[in-house]
């Protein structure tokens, strides 16, 4: 049944005219490199967002890992990369960088240019900037409190 649920939704983004693509990438619990590929499109149900795929990277997690990573599994399941509208990913170097980062790398091997976007915690901390003060306190906090619990991820050896 989810191998059915899988081929349906990358066929479903196959004939979409257009998509996009969210890119993080994370540490499992094991010290592996995952990359999450969500894809978002329009179809005769409305607006969809799916997950394409979770990517573990065998080497490191640079610019040409990941890049090389995502193209490969939409070539494998046969996604026009040329189809790609934009880009989400947060602001690392390895996914944001002018050269060697992935967004860099994947406008490189498209026939066309394509919007990219910081996430959407970030770009909310950066509208909060002109927010009243009240206003600017509360997101000051969601933002201490989503940094705290990223940086007290679980420890393991």
Do not use: W
């Not at 993080?24 to 990359?35: A, F, G, M, R, S």
């Not at 499109?41 to 990573?69: C, H, M, R, V, W």
């Not at 026939?111 to 009240?134: G, M, N, R, W, Y």
């Amino acid at each position: 049944m989810g191998t059915d649920v899988t081929s349906q939704e990358v066929s479903d983004i196959r004939s979409a005219p257009g998509f996009s693509i969210a890119c993080d990438e994370t540490c499992d619990v094991d010290d592996i490199t995952q990359v999450v590929l969500l894809g978002r499109y329009f179809n005769d149900q409305g607006l969809q967002e799916e997950l394409i795929t979770l990517l573990p990277l065998k080497a490191q997690s640079q610019g040409e890992d990941i890049a090389s990573a995502v193209t490969a599994c939409l070539k494998q399941k046969d996604i026009d990369i040329n189809r790609i509208i934009s880009i989400t990913t947060d602001g690392a170097p390895s996914m944001k960088g002018a050269h060697k980062g992935f967004v860099s790398l994947l406008k490189i091997s498209m026939e066309h240019d394509v919007i990219s976007f910081h996430c959407v915690i970030h770009q909310e901390v950066l509208c909060a900037q002109t927010f009243p003060e009240k206003i600017s306190k509360v997101m000051e906090m969601v933002m201490q409190i989503v940094n705290k619990i990223m940086a007290s991820a679980l420890n393991h050896s």
